[in-house]
């Protein structure tokens, strides 16, 4: 059974940097897209970046140039770089693996998912 396991969280202040893991088991990744959401209590679920299959890179407008996302074939693994952190950062951030791992849509089942981690900023 595909895992996703998902590392990297905690707390940090303001312009601080984060680096998330997200290592997966039981699959190829690198024939799916590849994304990272985030949720904050009461706000909708936010794709943040997203690289497709076909070599797509997404970034949201509201950490576009602060947040990057990598991966290392070799480790299974999915990395979120994320810098100049603002407190409006602050949710608990999912991986995605799949078939439409891409898309603006939180949680689609055709995706494998990460347990979801905290990340706060504070000011």
């Known amino acids: 059974e595909a895992q996703l396991v998902e590392s990297g969280g905690g707390s940090v202040q303001a312009g601080g940097s984060l680096r998330l893991s997200c290592t997966t088991s039981?699959?190829?990744?690198?024939?799916?897209?590849l994304g990272w959401y985030r949720q904050a209590p009461g706000n909708e679920c936010e794709l943040v970046a997203s690289?497709?299959?076909?070599?797509?890179?997404y970034y949201s407008d509201s950490v576009k140039g602060r947040f990057t996302i990598s991966q290392d074939n070799a480790k299974n693994t999915v990395y979120l770089q994320m810098n100049s952190l603002k407190p409006e950062d602050t949710a608990e951030y999912y991986c995605?693996?799949?078939?439409?791992?891409?898309?603006?849509?939180?949680?689609?089942?055709?995706?494998?998912w990460g347990q979801g981690i905290q990340v706060t900023v504070s000011s």
């Open positions: 995605a693996v799949g078939p439409v791992a891409a898309s603006t849509e939180c949680f689609q089942e055709y995706n494998y």
């Open positions: 039981g699959f190829t990744f690198e024939d799916f897209d």
């Open positions: 690289h497709s299959s076909e070599g797509t890179t």
